[in-house]
């Protein structure tokens, strides 16, 4: 049987998606009308033998992940739980601290994700990948190609272009390594562990020598540092060139989801795929409803007029909770969309600010405290219109 794991960060994470983490965590946040976590846990339950989904992270359990849980239990069919970091201990501590939990019920093999990526999420491809590739008990990490300026973002990662085998693997380098990136989806055998084990005994050791001297991840910052290991860093730099760590390439859809902005971009690729995936939640036209231009989803609570599309403009932007656009209003907020001449560009996450100035980047009205009769509740539009929400 298999499992999954979905890393969803804490409260400290996220600076770079305010105002709206402050609103709702982020892995909760609505990408094509259901919250961002929603799309791995709806691939993850269409996997045959997949028993169970865990999230494991530093949020206080909140009354949000728990009605997420309970409802995506119920839709999914599919057993949900949460576990808590008692710190954040990084993408490869985290899952060795649970290791137990994880290897319960004798999986023959788990998926890790990001939770904050958006993906076409090619599970079974990549299971059919690990039994063509390698031993059985190989380790697939999911790759896409970036170009050579933005890859350097990422995790890069060089091949066996013969094997796929992975030879080199380095983190957010400062050079150009490879254009070949980490998407941040991996699928483990239960062999991970003793490789974690062993980094995890290093550092123990390392404390007792040298108690007093830090890297980044010492208790200033919150970390604790045997415990703390990141998968990228300390596990697949060492596995890399060892005839263990393999790359599955997709040419799929992939995008992460770091600022707001990229929440509208994200938006739009699912949006995208649901002609596909789910027709059901594009919305069409109706006689005598309003008109859709594009793939729009509309929230089954949204009250929309025939005459919607008159007299106000909302463009590149996230209309927070409780906010309200009257008419004749111009809303308007810079587009942060890769190249679109450039296949292999990925969005940028620009830090608000850049050499002084103010970076240009999407419109974001937080919550509005007052209620009004309607409300205007999550609007976005590049090119096509990403989703209205009209509450009474
Ligand atoms: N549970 C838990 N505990 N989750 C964590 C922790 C932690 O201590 N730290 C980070 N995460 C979660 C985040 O919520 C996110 O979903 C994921 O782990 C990765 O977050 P970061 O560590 O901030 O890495 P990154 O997003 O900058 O880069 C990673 O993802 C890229 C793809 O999006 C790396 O894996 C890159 O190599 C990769 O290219
Ligand atoms: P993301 O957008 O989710 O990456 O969050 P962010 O924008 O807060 O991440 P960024 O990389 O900008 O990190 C912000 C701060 O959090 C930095 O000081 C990091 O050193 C710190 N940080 C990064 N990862 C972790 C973690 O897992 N736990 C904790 N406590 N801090 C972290």
Same mark, same amino acid.
């Given at each position: 049987?298999?499992?999954?794991?979905?890393?969803?960060?804490?409260?400290?994470?996220?600076?770079?998606?305010?105002?709206?983490?402050?609103?709702?965590?982020?892995?909760?946040?609505?990408?094509?009308?259901?919250?961002?976590?929603?799309?791995?846990?709806?691939?993850?339950?269409?996997?045959?033998?997949?028993?169970?989904?865990?999230?494991?992270?530093?949020?206080?359990?909140?009354?949000?992940?728990?009605?997420?849980?309970?409802?995506?239990?119920?839709?999914?069919?599919?057993?949900?739980?949460?576990?808590?970091?008692?710190?954040?201990?990084?993408?490869?501590? /985290? +899952? %060795?601290? =649970?290791?137990?939990? *994880?290897?319960?019920?004798?999986?023959?093999? &788990?998926?890790?994700?990001?939770? !904050?990526?958006?993906?076409?999420?090619?599970?079974?491809?990549?299971?059919?990948?690990?039994?063509?590739?390698?031993?059985?008990?190989?380790?697939?990490?999911?790759?896409?190609?970036?170009?050579?300026?933005?890859?350097?973002?990422?995790?890069?990662?060089?091949?066996?272009?013969?094997?796929?085998?992975?030879?080199?693997?380095?983190?957010?380098?400062?050079?150009?390594?490879?254009?070949?990136?980490?998407? /941040? +989806? %991996?699928? =483990?055998?239960?062999? *991970?562990?003793?490789?974690?084990?062993?980094? &995890?005994?290093?550092?123990?050791? !390392?404390?007792?020598?040298?108690?007093?001297?830090?890297?980044?991840?010492?208790?200033?910052?919150?970390?604790?540092?045997?415990?703390?290991?990141?998968?990228?860093?300390?596990?697949?730099?060492?596995?890399?060139?060892?005839?263990?760590?393999?790359?599955?390439?997709?040419?799929?859809?992939?995008?992460?989801?770091?600022?707001?902005?990229?929440?509208?971009?994200?938006?739009?690729?699912?949006?995208?795929?649901?002609?596909?995936?789910?027709?059901?939640?594009?919305?069409?036209?109706?006689?005598?409803?309003?008109?859709?231009?594009?793939?729009?989803?509309?929230?089954?609570?949204?009250?929309?007029?025939?005459?919607?599309?008159?007299?106000?403009?909302?463009?590149?932007?996230?209309?927070?909770?409780?906010?309200?656009?009257?008419?004749?209003?111009?809303?308007?907020?810079?587009?942060?969309?890769?190249?679109?001449?450039?296949?292999?560009?990925?969005?940028?996450?620009?830090?608000?600010?850049?050499?002084?100035?103010?970076?240009?980047?999407?419109?974001?009205?937080?919550?509005?405290?007052?209620?009004?009769?309607?409300?205007?509740?999550?609007?976005?539009?590049?090119?096509?219109?990403?989703?209205?929400?009209?509450?009474?």
């Amino acid at each position: 049987m298999l499992k999954s794991v979905i890393l969803i960060g804490g409260p400290q994470k996220g600076t770079r998606f305010r105002p709206l983490s402050f609103e709702v965590p982020k892995p909760l946040f609505p990408v094509a009308g259901v919250p961002m976590l929603q799309h791995h846990v709806e691939e993850c339950a269409k996997v045959p033998n997949m028993k169970e989904i865990l999230l494991i992270g530093f949020y206080q359990p909140n009354e949000e992940l728990t009605r997420f849980m309970c409802s995506a239990q119920q839709e999914f069919k599919i057993s949900i739980r949460y576990l808590q970091e008692y710190a954040a201990l990084g993408t490869g501590g /985290g +899952i %060795y601290h =649970f290791r137990d939990q *994880i290897l319960s019920g004798g999986p023959e093999a &788990f998926f890790i994700m990001n939770a !904050d990526v958006c993906s076409e999420f090619p599970l079974p491809e990549m299971l059919n990948f690990q039994k063509e590739h390698g031993e059985p008990s190989s380790f697939i990490i999911l790759g896409t190609t970036a170009n050579r300026k933005q890859s350097m973002n990422y995790g890069c990662i060089v091949e066996n272009q013969q094997t796929n085998e992975v030879l080199h693997y380095v983190e957010k380098p400062s050079t150009f390594v490879s254009d070949i990136i980490n998407c /941040g +989806i %991996y699928l =483990f055998t239960p062999e *991970i562990f003793q490789h974690i084990g062993a980094v &995890f005994q290093k550092k123990q050791q !390392d404390m007792l020598l040298y108690p007093y001297e830090g890297d980044e991840h010492t208790n200033g910052n919150g970390w604790h540092r045997a415990e703390a290991i990141r998968l990228e860093q300390d596990i697949f730099t060492a596995l890399a060139g060892q005839g263990k760590l393999y790359v599955y390439k997709t040419p799929a859809i992939w995008s992460q989801i770091k600022s707001a902005g990229s929440a509208i971009y994200a938006s739009r690729l699912y949006l995208n795929q649901y002609h596909k995936t789910h027709p059901e939640r594009l919305a069409t036209n109706k006689d005598g409803g309003p008109r859709i231009s594009g793939n729009v989803y509309i929230h089954p609570t949204a009250n929309i007029d025939p005459t919607a599309v008159d007299h106000s403009c909302v463009l590149n932007c996230i209309v927070g909770w409780d906010s309200t656009i009257g008419k004749w209003a111009r809303v308007e907020g810079t587009p942060s969309d890769p190249n679109p001449n450039d296949p292999y560009a990925k969005i940028d996450s620009e830090t608000l600010f850049r050499d002084g100035k103010l970076t240009p980047s999407i419109t974001i009205l937080g919550k509005l405290p007052i209620p009004y009769n309607i409300q205007l509740c999550w609007a976005g539009y590049a090119s096509t219109i990403v989703a209205v929400t009209v509450l009474e």
